[in-house]
């Protein structure tokens, strides 16, 4: 299945903020039954017991509300790691409350080096093109001190069948367009692996999550 560029409209900021609210609550509900909390939870489990720390500083990017941060920190708490969110997304309506939140470009963060112990993403890297994510993930590895979190979809023509069966539940016609669409412009596992091997990192783990999620993590 070849890639397939698009603009989803989530992205446009030509939206109703009805027309977020709704999206913004169909990407929980996907994070929630779909893999999204299930893969972060686990590579940032690996990632903390890399770092070695019970208190780790955390930068999500293009975060929205935080919903899968926030979820993976209150798993985090109950086993003893205190996880220390920042929230950073290109627009203000899309940002959660209750965290330290930045408004500014994932591709240019506002950040010193080695500022954050993880920068995480979540269904983020594959609105970049190639050269883009590894822009970004130079970028991202530049700003943390153990590694850059991802997870993202896999791109597989089974994946778009089941977007496109599940229109009827989504609630925002945003979805409807941009489920498929985030789908057609996934990448693969291989895909990923070759573009991150060119941003700096000195080692990449992928790890396969439940229902073409991808969880990787690029160590510092």
Known sequence: MKRI???ELLDSDQETAREV???????????????????TMKIARRAVERAGRRQCSYLEVAAGRGYVCNKVRKQMAKEGVELKI?????????????HPRVVADARLLPFPNESFDFV????????????????????ALRVCRVGLLINDLIRNPLHLAIAYAGIPI?????????APASV???YTTDEM???????????????KGYLYRMGVIAWK
């Open 5 to 7: 560029p698009q603009n």
């Open 21 to 39: 609210n709704a999206s913004l609550a169909d990407l929980e509900m996907f994070n929630t039954w779909f893999g999204g909390v299930r893969t």
């Open 86 to 98: 920042t929230l950073l997304d290109r627009a203000q309506s899309h940002l959660g409350t209750g």
């Open 120 to 139: 995480a993403c979540n269904l983020f890297v594959h609105h970049l093109s190639p050269d883009g994510v590894g822009h970004f993930a130079s970028e």
């Open 170 to 178: 989504y609630r925002s016609r945003l979805t409807r367009f941009d």
């Open 184 to 186: 057609k412009q996934a």
């Open 193 to 207: 692996r070759e573009m991150l091997a060119r941003s700096g990192a000195r080692g990449i783990e992928i790890h």
